[in-house]
């Protein structure tokens, strides 16, 4: 009986172990939270990053909201601020990815209250 605790053991140390290295390299994409502050314009229904650049809200009514507010009144992201990479979060591995799902604290480009870090 102690022998095949000990293999039972074994062998799921060296699964626990396998499965470690493969979520290093595997990576997952941030994805933009819900409650991520964005500014809206009312006039093209487009919405921005917090961090736009004045050309694209010039002249325009400017509000802001949550980002699944924004997304349920019909605005559509800005494409300037999509090809700067402004809704994109961080790119990490999947066993950080999984240590965020379980609350511990991850390098994210949002905190808990939807406010853009950098």
Not at 30 to 58: Q, R, W
Request: glycine share 6%.
């Amino acid at each position: 009986m102690k022998k095949e605790y000990r293999i039972i053991t074994v062998i799921s140390i060296s699964i626990i172990i396998v499965l470690l290295f493969l979520s290093i390299y595997i990576t997952v994409e941030e994805t933009m939270p819900g409650n991520a502050i964005v500014v809206v314009t009312l006039e093209d229904k487009l919405y921005h990053s917090i961090h736009f650049d004045l050309i694209c809200v010039e002249g325009k009514t400017a509000q802001t909201m949550t980002l699944s507010e924004a997304r349920s009144k019909g605005f559509k992201p800005h494409d300037y601020d999509e090809e700067l990479d402004y809704f994109r979060g961080n790119r990490r591995f999947l066993f950080h990815h999984l240590l965020s799902k379980l609350g511990m604290n991850v390098n994210s480009r949002w905190d808990e209250n939807g406010i853009t870090l950098w």
